[in-house]
């Protein structure tokens, strides 16, 4: 983790500021998020099914389970001294580029694009890629925005 003053932010912008450990994707995790938002869609889930349809005979996870590890993966990346609190204010744009098969490694890889003050903060736009392990393309590239404040 790399510690910061909110004075050193907008020096950092345009830098990579962060690559997370690897993580695997279980099918445990896939059930678990496919319960908690209803999408309980075959491609997911089914795992005989997955066996015969789908490319690699896997199930693969949900798009949005991928984005919602953004939090966990890139959330260590900065120490800010004095941070009270951030709090996520949404995306620009989120691209799914690759299926993320069960039992893959994924990790964050960000880069901050932009630091503005924002109601009595700072917004920190950033580049957040979930890498696959042994793959060319990642599975998500996502423009994120957060604020945090003294």
Not at 27 to 32: C, L, S, V
Not at 51 to 68: F, N, Q, V, W
Not at 74 to 85: P, Q, V, Y
Not at 100 to 121: D, F
Request: with cysteine.
């Amino acid at each position: 983790m790399k510690q910061v003053t909110f004075e050193d932010l907008p020096g950092l912008a345009g830098q990579e500021i962060g690559v997370s450990d690897w993580v695997e994707i279980d099918q445990d995790r896939i059930n678990k998020f496919a319960d908690a938002t209803g999408d309980h869609q075959w491609i997911h889930i089914d795992i005989a099914r997955a066996a015969r349809e789908m490319p690699g005979g896997k199930t693969i996870a949900h798009g949005y389970l991928t984005l919602s590890l953004i939090p966990w993966l890139a959330g260590g990346f900065l120490e800010i001294e004095g941070m009270t609190r951030g709090i996520n204010y949404g995306s620009n744009k989120v691209r799914f580029t690759n299926m993320v098969p069960v039992g893959s490694r994924v990790r964050a890889r960000s880069k901050l694009l932009t630091v503005e003050p924002r109601g009595g903060g700072l917004q920190l736009t950033s580049e957040v890629t979930i890498e696959i392990e042994g793959e060319q393309r990642p599975a998500c590239v996502a423009e994120t925005i957060g604020i945090v404040f003294k």
